[in-house]
């Protein structure tokens, strides 16, 4: 059974900055790299209902393939390098159909 993960959040940097756009890039660019990751979308929030501004979406063909990623070293490193010092807030969700 097909799981997205979804992740929306908001970045400690400025919209429109440099480091906003290098977090964006660096995230697409790591975690498509780990195997099983299908259809990576990031997308920007426009509701004023949320101050999460971003969103991180995959997919992934089942549960063994998303508990690889979560355990994956690459993925493991963006959370601790990156994703800690830089995410000021976040909310994670996992569908199914």
């Known amino acids: 059974m097909p799981i997205q993960h979804t ?7 400025p919209e429109g900055s440099a480091e906003e756009q290098e977090f964006l890039a660096t995230g697409h660019a790591v975690l498509t790299a780990i195997p099983g990751v299908e259809d990576f979308t990031i997308r920007r929030q426009i509701s004023a209902k949320s101050d999460l501004t971003h969103q991180f979406s995959m997919v992934f063909a089942d549960r063994h393939a ?6 994956h070293p690459a993925h493991t490193a963006f959370v601790s390098e990156r994703w800690l010092p830089e995410v000021a807030e976040f909310q994670e969700y996992d569908f199914v159909e």
Not at 7 to 13: I, Q, T
Not at 66 to 71: I, N, S, T
Request: aromatic fraction near 24%; proline fraction near 0%.
């Open 7 to 13: 992740v929306v959040f908001r970045l400690v940097h």
């Open 66 to 71: 998303y508990a690889a990623y979560d355990g």
